[in-house]
Structure formats: C-alpha cells, structure tokens
C-alpha cells in the first residue's frame, strides 16, 4: 500500500468534514477516523476504482454513525431551555449582519448539507455524490436543489429581517416568550 494517493486527498477530506461538523476539532477527529479505517479495510478498495469517492463513501458512513450514536446517547431529547437561554438570545439587528455561510450550512439538513457540500465544495459530479451517499441520481438531484433553496432562504432572512425592522415601528414589535419543553 502505498501512502501517497491517500495524502493527496487529505486536503478535500478536511474541507469536506469541516463543513459537515462545524467544528475544527470535530472534523480532525473524523478525517482521522476516516484515515484508520481506510487503513483498515485497503483490502476492501477496488484497485483501479476511484480512490476519493470510496474515501468520501468511509467518511460519510462514519459521520452518520456518529450522528445516529449521538441521538441515541441524547436520551429522551428533552432540553432545558434554562440552561440554553445565552445561546437563544436573538441577535442585534444593527450590527451590520454579516452573511455567516457555516451558521446557514449547519442550519440545512444533514443530508442536504452532505450533497450540497459534495457538489459544489468538492465538484463532484452527481454519480460520484450518489455512489458517496448510497442514494439514487434523483434522490441527489432532489436533495442538491431543496438544499440550494433553503440556503437562499437562510443567506437573505437576516437581509429581510432587517428592512422589515426598519419599516416597521418598533414599540409595536411584540416579544413572544419561550415555551418550557418537557
């Protein structure tokens, strides 16, 4: 086995983990996984087949690993909002919103996000996406263009927002509050 066509891709699966975790630390941890298992199972790689996309196929399997072993360690999914109320505060509308793309990437589904950050952070072609992800063509081609839309959606509301306040009257803005989830 030779190291060196791995190494090559190296680069492509940090971007790709960090857009997927949001999270630096997070997405070393999973290009390293990624790398051990690729280690691990060689054997399993086709020689002549498209080394990335088999890479790509062990990084997405372990991501979603990670995130089913999440939910299921999270219990019954309750959250106190007592102790989430910092994180809850609503930004200030004037302080010049900058478009925050990684806050409006990690808003969109994981599957979205997977297909969207596939295609166009990675340029893969949609065969190589399906054959990633382990879902048909149109099932990408769904996924790429319903992920496209609410990103659009999710860029411009901080925008829209905005000129609503500043057409708007303010005292009339009513504050609706948080509602206790059991």
Known sequence: MTKHPIVDQIPALRRYARALTGDSWSSDDLVQDTLERACSKWRLWAAGSDLRAWLFTLMHNLFANQVRRSFRQAGSGSVDIEELAQEL???D?????????????????????????????????????????????????????????????LLDAPARGAEQMATSDTSSTVVVPLRRLK
């Open 89 to 91: 505060v609503a930004p």
């Open 93 to 153: 509308v004037n302080l010049g919103a900058a478009l925050d793309l990684q806050r409006c990437l990690l808003c969109l589904p994981a599957d979205q996000r997977e297909v969207l950050l596939l295609v166009s952070l990675e340029d893969m072609s949609y065969a190589q996406v399906a054959r990633v992800t382990g879902v048909p063509i149109g099932t990408v081609m769904s996924r790429l263009s319903r992920a496209r839309r609410r990103l659009q959606a």
